[in-house]
């Protein structure tokens, strides 16, 4: 009755690489071994990751707009072709970059909110930890608050799913902050998160600009906070 | 004793135009009329609206980057060549563009503005014609809010003085409000003004970009008013 099927390991034998630190062993016709090199995969991982902050220091600096792909394989000692095994053109490199840098950011802002449950003191360090990101980074800040605006396909074609989750972290808490009796009850939350989100966003871009030196984001942050606060409490 | 020098016209009289609409006699090796041709000179200004006005329907149809200087002269009925003598690209039009309508903005807000002497119903009135323009010219709206952001000329190298004009009406009602007692005396004014224009212009590119309906213009300036207001009123 106990028929144990023997498996028929035919030994094909033929081996492939799917993409670099993905290998295949290929047994028979319907079989086959998948094994990751992990070791390769680190290599391809650290790659891709240099080729995104090399991206970051050219497209800062030259403008997107003006950077080739070439300078910012330059500036990742990798050669022209390698950008196209990770990106599709520069639109997608910039993409990419974005996607990466905003799940840091994303973990940053849930990191920093973990352990507060007061909605005012949440707003107030969301607005903290915005603005040490920039501070911590400007290259970065620069290239998310100027260059990302000049790509039509960033603007226009692109579902920024990341966007969105960050502007969900403020709805979130003015969500919380009116359930609890700390805001307006009748506060337009999706008007609200918008209107939080474009105060702290231009006056960090304009300090990145270096357009008015006459602040710093300390004060921006302090001055923001309160004035923010005051605006959605309930009376 | 009397001697009067008598003129000597030599009427050399060659006569040239200087540009369409300006016209120089010249009389002699050191005198000559220039004289303008109002009927030229409206022609002239009427052909340059003519191209600003299709440039705005061509940068808000097809984006300022993908939009060609042989589109807007189809629209607005021009040969190619004749944009070229009243800009000298693409970005130069843009730029033009901008200041025209600026010019435009600004006198609204002054209109708007100058018969009502209190700081907080200033700071109402300035948000609700700031909405006010965004409904009357959505195309407009759409390249101001957009398409000037991805000409990397405009946001770089462009000494923008009617931002900074527009930027100062703002700053103008917050300082009187602080020196009435309205508003916290301590109120960094640099910082304000750009929060409220950040607030502001962010409600209303996710209004124009469509990405979010679940408001109107009128919910936002009626929210936007009262939040912000909250927030710098004195204690």
Redesign the interface.
Known sequence: MNHIRKPQITLIFSNFRFEKGINFFILNERSFIMYIDKEEMKQKNSKREAIIEAAVKVFAKK?F??AKVNDVAKAAGVADGTIYLYFKNKDDLLINLFEDKMDHILNRFAAGLQNIHDPIEKLKTFIHVYFTLIEEDQQLAEVFQ?EL??S?KF??DYHNQKFLDYLNIIAGIVDEGKREGFFRPT??T???K??????????A??WILGA?D??SLE??SQ??S????????AS
Request: overall charge negative.
């Open positions: 403008g707009y003006n100027v605006r000049q039509a603007l226009k506060l337009h999706d008007i609200i918008l209107m939080i989100f474009g105060a702290i966003d231009e006056v871009r304009q008015d006459k602040y004060q921006a001055e923001l309160r004035t923010i606060v005051d605006g959605l409490l």
